[in-house]
């Protein structure tokens, strides 16, 4: 019986279940977005979080380094701890938690597994803050149809100021 026991377990080994973890986190980190099966992303989920967590508790030089060894031993890969910390960790430091976002795809259609894609939330363009940022902010739109009178009174304008000859022309 397992009550209790909240560890998924994935159907492998302890050390192929570390290897798996640290492939797929390592993976997450470089391309932002992965797709795998849904058990994987949601124990991917729980592998990632907590070590995205110690890049951002870096008080004093000393902590720095050390949590960049502690998450170097989860993840075994130096271009992925460095990217971490120095693309990852900025883009997250203002967010108490909730740094994956997991996105059901359906199943599979080789073994009916079900797919899911797992990403870093502040890495995606389609949600969030980096469309609003990016986007120029839009003309203020009204129901009232109040542009003919606007037009209407600066062709006046302009058509006055054409007749009227500048000081300039009169001299």
């Given amino acids: 019986m397992r009550h209790g026991d909240k560890n998924n377990n994935l159907g492998r080994t302890a050390s192929h279940r570390k290897a798996l973890l640290m492939n797929l986190g390592c993976q997450l980190i470089t391309n932002k977005r992965i797709t795998t099966t849904l058990a994987k992303a949601k124990a991917l989920r729980t592998f990632i979080e907590p070590l995205i967590t110690k890049t951002k508790n870096t008080a004093s ?3 720095i380094m050390h949590n960049h060894r502690v998450v170097y031993s989860y993840l075994n890969d130096k271009a992925a701890v460095k990217e971490l910390f120095t693309v990852v960790a900025p ?3 203002g967010r108490p938690g909730g740094y994956t976002r997991i996105i059901k795809l359906g199943a599979r259609l080789g073994d009916n597994a079900e797919l899911a894609m797992i ?3 502040d890495f995606n363009e389609i949600y969030g803050k980096g469309v609003k940022a990016a986007a120029e902010p839009a003309a203020k739109k009204t129901r009232r149809s109040s542009g003919g009178k606007k037009k ?4 006046a304008t302009e058509a006055e100021a054409a007749e009227t000859p500048s000081t300039e022309e009169k001299a």
């Fill in 61 to 63: 030089k000393e902590a």
């Fill in 91 to 93: 883009k997250v430091a």
């Fill in 119 to 121: 990403e870093l939330v």
């Fill in 152 to 155: 209407a009174a600066e062709a």
